[in-house]
Protein backbone atom coordinates (compact mmCIF):
# COMPACT_ATOMS: atom_id res chain seq x y z
CA UNK A 1 0.00 0.00 0.00
CA UNK A 2 1.06 3.38 -0.81
CA UNK A 3 -0.48 6.83 -0.02
CA UNK A 4 0.44 10.02 -1.74
CA UNK A 5 3.51 11.33 0.48
CA UNK A 6 4.93 8.19 -0.52
CA UNK A 7 3.92 8.56 -4.31
CA UNK A 8 5.48 12.29 -4.17
CA UNK A 9 8.66 10.67 -2.87
CA UNK A 10 9.11 8.20 -5.72
CA UNK A 11 8.13 10.80 -8.52
CA UNK A 12 10.43 13.80 -7.00
CA UNK A 13 13.09 11.33 -6.49
CA UNK A 14 13.27 11.40 -10.68
CA UNK A 15 15.53 13.65 -12.46
CA UNK A 16 13.76 17.17 -12.77
CA UNK A 17 10.64 16.39 -11.71
CA UNK A 18 8.36 19.01 -10.57
CA UNK A 19 5.04 19.31 -8.86
CA UNK A 20 3.27 17.80 -5.95
CA UNK A 21 0.24 17.59 -3.70
CA UNK A 22 -2.22 20.33 -2.66
CA UNK A 23 -3.75 20.51 0.50
CA UNK A 24 -7.14 18.82 -1.10
CA UNK A 25 -5.41 16.25 -2.45
CA UNK A 26 -4.67 17.31 -5.76
CA UNK A 27 -1.48 16.22 -6.93
CA UNK A 28 0.69 16.10 -10.76
CA UNK A 29 3.94 15.52 -11.15
CA UNK A 30 5.88 16.46 -14.82
CA UNK A 31 9.55 16.45 -16.31
CA UNK A 32 10.59 19.04 -19.06
CA UNK A 33 6.62 20.11 -18.69
CA UNK A 34 4.89 16.93 -19.88
CA UNK A 35 3.02 15.12 -17.41
CA UNK A 36 3.94 11.46 -15.90
CA UNK A 37 1.17 11.26 -13.34
CA UNK A 38 -1.43 12.62 -12.25
CA UNK A 39 -4.87 12.71 -9.84
CA UNK A 40 -7.41 10.93 -11.23
CA UNK A 41 -10.75 12.89 -11.70
CA UNK A 42 -13.68 10.96 -12.36
CA UNK A 43 -17.07 11.79 -14.16
CA UNK A 44 -20.10 10.66 -11.96
CA UNK A 45 -22.28 11.34 -14.62
CA UNK A 46 -22.70 12.23 -18.17
CA UNK A 47 -21.46 15.92 -18.73
CA UNK A 48 -21.36 16.42 -14.69
CA UNK A 49 -18.35 17.96 -13.03
CA UNK A 50 -15.31 15.84 -12.30
CA UNK A 51 -14.65 15.26 -9.26
CA UNK A 52 -11.29 13.75 -7.35
CA UNK A 53 -11.29 10.12 -6.55
CA UNK A 54 -9.01 9.77 -3.49
CA UNK A 55 -5.88 6.93 -3.91
CA UNK A 56 -6.16 6.50 -7.38
CA UNK A 57 -3.39 8.10 -9.58
CA UNK A 58 -2.99 8.01 -13.46
CA UNK A 59 0.39 7.19 -14.72
CA UNK A 60 2.00 7.99 -18.27
CA UNK A 61 2.66 4.08 -20.07
CA UNK A 62 2.72 2.93 -23.31
CA UNK A 63 -0.38 1.25 -24.78
CA UNK A 64 1.04 -2.14 -24.94
CA UNK A 65 2.01 -1.71 -20.96
CA UNK A 66 -1.47 -0.42 -19.87
CA UNK A 67 -2.86 -3.47 -21.66
CA UNK A 68 -0.79 -6.01 -19.84
CA UNK A 69 -1.32 -4.34 -16.65
CA UNK A 70 -5.26 -4.80 -16.80
CA UNK A 71 -4.96 -8.06 -17.74
CA UNK A 72 -2.58 -9.10 -15.28
CA UNK A 73 -3.77 -7.21 -12.34
CA UNK A 74 -7.30 -5.84 -12.47
CA UNK A 75 -6.72 -5.47 -8.69
CA UNK A 76 -4.47 -2.63 -9.23
CA UNK A 77 -5.13 -1.54 -12.43
CA UNK A 78 -8.11 -0.09 -13.99
CA UNK A 79 -9.54 2.38 -17.02
CA UNK A 80 -12.55 4.17 -17.52
CA UNK A 81 -14.06 5.41 -20.60
CA UNK A 82 -12.07 8.66 -20.47
CA UNK A 83 -8.62 7.31 -20.77
CA UNK A 84 -9.72 3.71 -22.31
CA UNK A 85 -7.67 5.05 -26.07
CA UNK A 86 -4.95 7.15 -23.88
CA UNK A 87 -1.62 5.75 -22.86
CA UNK A 88 -2.12 6.17 -19.16
CA UNK A 89 -3.38 3.74 -16.80
CA UNK A 90 -5.28 4.62 -13.48
CA UNK A 91 -3.59 2.61 -10.37
CA UNK A 92 -5.18 2.19 -7.02
CA UNK A 93 -2.09 3.32 -4.27
CA UNK A 94 -3.93 0.97 -2.08
CA UNK A 95 -3.59 -2.23 -4.09
CA UNK A 96 0.54 -1.62 -5.20
CA UNK A 97 3.91 -1.51 -3.27
CA UNK A 98 6.40 1.04 -3.49
CA UNK A 99 8.43 -1.12 -5.26
CA UNK A 100 6.29 -1.23 -8.46
CA UNK A 101 5.08 2.06 -8.44
CA UNK A 102 8.76 3.45 -7.97
CA UNK A 103 8.59 0.78 -11.38
CA UNK A 104 5.91 2.49 -13.24
CA UNK A 105 7.01 6.11 -12.28
CA UNK A 106 10.58 5.14 -13.97
CA UNK A 107 8.70 4.10 -17.39
CA UNK A 108 6.66 7.05 -17.12
CA UNK A 109 9.68 9.26 -16.55
CA UNK A 110 11.47 7.77 -19.82
CA UNK A 111 8.54 7.81 -21.94
CA UNK A 112 7.73 11.56 -21.54
CA UNK A 113 11.02 13.25 -20.45
CA UNK A 114 12.35 15.76 -23.64
CA UNK A 115 15.48 14.25 -24.82
CA UNK A 116 18.09 16.73 -24.16
CA UNK A 117 17.05 15.71 -20.08
CA UNK A 118 17.01 12.07 -20.74
CA UNK A 119 20.31 12.25 -22.14
CA UNK A 120 21.89 13.65 -18.95
CA UNK A 121 20.19 10.96 -16.61
CA UNK A 122 20.34 7.10 -16.51
CA UNK A 123 17.12 5.97 -15.61
Known amino acids: ?35 LAWAYLARPAP ?5 LVPGVVAIRCTMETKE ?29 DAGELAGLLRQAWKIVAPKAIAKKYEV
Request: charged content about 25%.
Open 1 to 35: MVDTEQLQALALDLPEVTGGVSPEGQFGFEVGGKG
Open 47 to 51: KAKRV
Open 68 to 96: LLLEVGPDRFFTDDHYRSYPAVLVRLSAI
